[in-house]
């Protein structure tokens, strides 16, 4: 069924705009002035796009009101479509409002409610306009013959490869509503492990932040004043006086000098880590930080895991889901080591022989493949490896805040302390004059 854009007046004569499925331009009139809806224009969206109408001198006049509307509301839903291609990472929200769709439509579509009908379901109790033209587009689409994951597939920015991937596979063993409910697990699961991670970065970040504001504000607003009326007094400054002296006369003169370096430095680190080669090295040192790469490498590790785990147990070969696993990674690294592995497979190579002879993935993850190949169940050793990796993760976050914590305290500690004493020790020296 059509969907159009209207625009008009409701009931109490307040300005009001929306969608509506229509057989239709008066269906939809008629169904709007049913509910009490003055109408003042109606536009066919397929896609996003509006749909162009044979040009006639009494539409005219009205084609023109509606145009500034509907290509407001197509660049909107052009937007959220994505038509770049490549793995796209979802922001929180997104993520959760993709994992409450996923729940919600394997929930009735496990109850034999046809797709088609449960995403007018979840479309008529969507109150957000943008994600409302989303899932009315993917409906359309299914409702003219399209197979979900193609229609899916049109919106990268809410389904990425990964759920594209599952939700096709679903389709052809016909259990499209036990891919959905694992899809839905499986993001949560994902959401939980990252939330812990920023959780554990979030407080040394804050902590480090709120340091450096505090010493700034110590040397540009304190310190001068304090050495000025020791100089004026005729006072000899000690050696940390002097040093904290010019690190303060140097932040006031030329704090535009450091904004700026500071602004180069990120463009040019941004200019190395979009090319391969620079990404590659960046990232490979990251993994050999102390506490912290150890950190990555299991967070990293048990995404690859339960990736592999639900692609695999939803019916994907084990190609496709190398191909799909490397975009969750975040590391270049570890991406190309799949792809290595992935190339060897091709070869007619097992799993686990890439797997261990890569010297990137641990060997605990080398064997439980190897079990898991020969006892034909792959998916559940890979799901096995992932629970125990998050709970990896879950250490090795609390062992990365219990050391980076008192870290911070006690460079936070001395930096404070020297400033301190530097401009005690002349107030010091000065008394005992008297």
């Not at 704090?255 to 090319?275: E, H, K, M, Q, T």
């Not at 709970?391 to 050391?403: D, G, H, N, R």
């Amino acid at each position: 069924m059509p969907v159009f854009e209207w625009k008009g007046f409701d009931a109490r004569g307040k300005k009001a705009s929306g969608v509506i499925d229509a057989d239709s331009p008066r269906d939809a009139r008629l169904k709007l002035k049913r509910s009490g809806v003055l109408v003042t224009g109606v536009v066919e969206t397929r896609g996003g796009r509006k749909v162009k109408e044979p040009r006639s001198a009494a539409g005219k006049a009205g084609r023109k009101k509606e145009s500034a509307l509907a290509r407001t509301l197509s660049q909107g839903l052009e937007a959220a479509r994505g038509r770049s291609g490549g793995q796209i990472r979802l922001s929180k929200k997104r993520l959760e409002e993709v994992s409450t769709f996923t729940r919600q439509l394997a929930t009735l579509v496990k109850a034999g409610i046809p797709i088609t009908e449960a995403l007018r379901a979840i479309v008529e109790q969507t109150d957000n306009k943008r994600q409302s033209l989303v899932f009315r587009d993917i409906r359309e689409q299914i409702a003219q013959g399209k197979p979900t994951a193609d229609a899916l597939a049109t919106h990268p920015d809410w389904f990425d490869e990964l759920y594209v991937a599952m939700v096709r596979s679903g389709e052809a063993a016909g259990r499209l509503d036990e891919v959905l409910e694992r899809l839905a697990e499986f993001i949560q699961k994902q959401t939980t492990v990252r939330n812990k991670v920023q959780a554990a970065l979030a407080y040394p970040i804050i902590m480090l932040i709120i340091g450096f504001l505090v010493v700034a504000a110590l040397l540009v607003a304190v310190v001068p004043k304090i050495t000025k009326m020791l100089e004026a007094r005729g006072q000899v400054l000690p050696l940390p006086t002097r040093i904290l002296q010019t690190s303060s006369d140097f932040l006031v003169s030329y704090w535009w000098l450091i904004l700026v370096l500071f602004i180069f430095g990120v463009l040019v680190f941004n200019l190395i880590y979009a090319s391969e080669k620079g990404r590659l090295g960046i990232d490979r040192r990251l993994l050999k930080i102390p506490v912290f790469g150890d950190l990555l490498t299991k967070q990293s590790l048990a995404r690859f895991a339960q990736t592999f785990a639900t692609l695999l147990a939803s019916g994907v070969p084990v190609v496709r889901c190398l191909e799909v696993t490397r975009t969750v990674l975040g590391n270049r690294l570890l991406e190309k080591t799949v792809d290595e592995v992935r190339a060897k497979i091709l070869e007619g190579a097992d799993i686990a022989g890439p797997v261990k002879a890569s010297g990137v993935f641990p060997p605990l993850v080398g064997y439980m493949i190897a079990v898991g190949e020969q006892s034909g169940e792959l998916d559940t050793m890979m799901a096995q490896v992932g629970s125990a990796y998050d709970l990896e993760v879950e250490i090795a976050t609390q062992k990365f805040t219990s050391l980076i914590e008192p870290i911070l305290i006690v460079f936070l500690a001395v930096l404070v302390g020297f400033i301190v004493l530097a401009i005690l020790w002349p107030v010091i020296q000065m008394a005992q004059s008297f």
